[in-house]
């Protein structure tokens, strides 16, 4: 009896009048299609023109050939989804409203508006692209987002907004132009990953967002890569920042994380930033031709540093601090590219201990002018007393266990491209209106 009961539940549950329904292009076809569908139904769209806004309150997929434009007109968000299993795919987007405040967008996925899928879309010409805004279980996969060039990029929406969305999956989309890549806030369990981003102010951008991922992802070009914020039990793996100007990652507030196996190129300030972040591992990156390698404050402890290298960077470390620091786990240290080191057993472990940083480094940092004085005999007798008596060292970083050779992490031909298209670009002085170190403009 129990069983039968349940085959009937799920009987009702199932639409029985689900149906293909093809939409022509015209003033109010797509609202009126919307209206008369039933549950289940999938209402292919001709190509043509389609006018918004338009509210999908069940279940239904929208899908088009990508010649299919739907076009919100400046008026809010394009299409508002409001019921759950709502599929997006193959249509181009266009046109929302500019109030930043409303989050207007192409998408608006609402709270109790679950397992939304927007796929392969095109979305252009919006202030947001996509703004999962309570809605679990999302996926936002393989779209292009194009969005508007404000002269004032903070005035600019997002590609990708997430709040209190548990469970979204952000992947293969192409961002560019903008504000952030994505923005995600007070959510959780999301996995962001083998996306790319282009033009923009971040890349990735965590505010409070616990135990997710965000792997394979590719930033080129932006003010920031990956900014990790307040926010705990993140994995960052395997991404790539080449050429953002001010960190290709950076961890503000951010504990129990687990950074591995990315590579930050060609930054002009820092390629690693550490702020008050506590108990993360970093391991197995290699952080290659930037202003400062790392930026460590003195307010983050317990952190791990191994298997990670730093390459022909103007400044390896810069951390201002007394504490004596360890920065190797279990005999692996750091590959230094300034190190001038032998291994004379061959253990690939070099024999001679690694500082980064002596007492002159310290005084140049809290006092600039001090670099004119940089070559005078007195410094270099300061600097040659440390080296030969290392216990007038002051506090600082130590690897005891320094590599003899670095990570090596490949980068596509046609990444490889793109990175060469942007090189340079922030010697020209094109920081629109961007303070990153003003937390107020995240």
């Given amino acids: 009896m129990f069983a039968r009961l349940i085959t009937l539940l799920v009987l009702l549950s199932t639409p029985i009048s689900a149906a293909d329904v093809h939409v022509q292009p015209g003033k109010g076809t797509l609202a009126a299609a919307i209206a008369g569908a039933a549950p289940g139904d999938v209402l292919i769209l001709s190509g043509g023109a389609y006018l918004g806004p338009v509210t999908i309150d069940r279940t239904l997929t929208l899908q088009g050939d990508g010649t299919a434009t739907i076009d919100g007109q400046g008026q809010g968000t394009v299409i508002t989804v409001t019921g759950d299993d709502v599929v997006l795919t193959g249509l181009h987007i266009t046109g ?105 102010r971040f890349a990735v951008h965590y505010m409070y967002t616990h135990d997710s991922e965000i792997s394979g992802n590719i930033s080129i070009g932006n003010h920031l890569g990956f900014a990790i914020m307040f926010s705990d039990r993140v994995v960052v793996k395997d991404n790539l920042s080449l050429g953002d100007r001010e960190h290709g990652l950076m961890l503000n507030f951010a504990n129990n994380a687990d950074v591995a196996g990315n590579l930050v190129r060609g930054g002009t300030k820092k390629c690693l930033f550490i702020y008050n972040a506590h108990k993360n591992l970093i391991a197995n990156n290699r952080f290659e031709g930037c202003g400062i390698g790392i930026h460590f404050t003195a307010g983050s402890e317990r952190n791990m540093l191994t298997g990670n290298a730093f390459i022909a960077n103007q400044e390896q470390v810069k951390y201002v601090g007394t504490r004596f620091m360890e920065w190797s786990f279990e005999g692996r240290g750091n590959y230094w590219s300034d190190h001038p080191a032998f291994d004379l057993n061959g253990d690939g472990i070099a024999d001679g201990v690694y500082r980064p940083n002596d007492l002159m480094d310290h005084i140049l940092w809290s006092q600039p002018a001090a670099k004119l004085l940089t070559g005078s005999p007195a410094v270099q007798l300061v600097r040659w007393s440390q080296s030969s008596f290392p216990a007038i060292l002051p506090g600082g970083v130590t690897d005891s266990h320094p590599l003899m050779q670095p990570i090596t992490i490949p980068v596509r031909a046609d990444v490889a491209a793109m990175e060469a298209a942007v090189a340079g670009r922030w010697s020209k002085g094109n920081y629109d209106d961007l303070d990153i170190d003003d937390l107020g403009t995240h």
């Fill in 96 to 200: 929302s409203g500019g109030v930043n405040a409303d989050i207007d967008s192409a998408v608006k996925i609402v709270k109790g508006a679950d397992r939304t899928r927007v796929e392969g879309n095109l979305l252009t010409d919006n202030m947001h692209g996509v703004d999962v805004h309570g809605g679990l279980d999302a996926r936002v996969v393989d779209n292009v987002i194009e969005g508007r060039k404000n002269p004032r990029m903070n005035e600019r929406g997002n590609g990708i907004y997430v709040w209190n969305s548990p469970g979204t999956v952000i992947e293969g989309n192409d961002v560019r132009w903008g504000r952030d890549g994505i923005f995600s806030n007070a959510s959780k369990k999301g996995t962001y990953k083998n996306n790319l981003f282009r033009d923009l």
